[in-house]
């Protein structure tokens, strides 16, 4: 943004408030590809923060295997039966 306008407002302004950068507030952007297929796409956001199984086996990470592999197989019977576009939106914890 800074490359194209250097002098704008959103020089003045945090990453945060722009909704980019790394961290837990970015933007749901599977969601905003379905809407910008008006449906047509798939999409889910998969990790990151409230993303993880409620309860004791938030922290068992077969429970965590298993959630993106279940996704995956949705998205894949999704492109190839529905014949959509699928999206995961993959948000990861800090490394």
Do not use: H
């Amino acid at each position: 943004m800074l490359g194209v306008q250097p002098t704008g407002f959103g020089r003045y302004t945090a990453g945060a408030q722009l909704t980019v950068g790394f961290g837990p507030d970015v933007p749901d952007y599977a969601q905003i590809a379905v809407a910008a297929s008006s449906g047509w796409a798939w999409g889910v956001r998969a990790g990151g923060v409230g993303a993880r199984p409620d309860g004791p086996e938030m922290f068992n990470e077969a429970a965590i295997s298993k959630q993106f592999t279940d996704l995956m197989e949705k998205a894949v019977r999704v492109v190839l039966e529905e014949k959509r576009c699928a999206v995961i939106d993959c948000a990861l914890d800090l490394i």
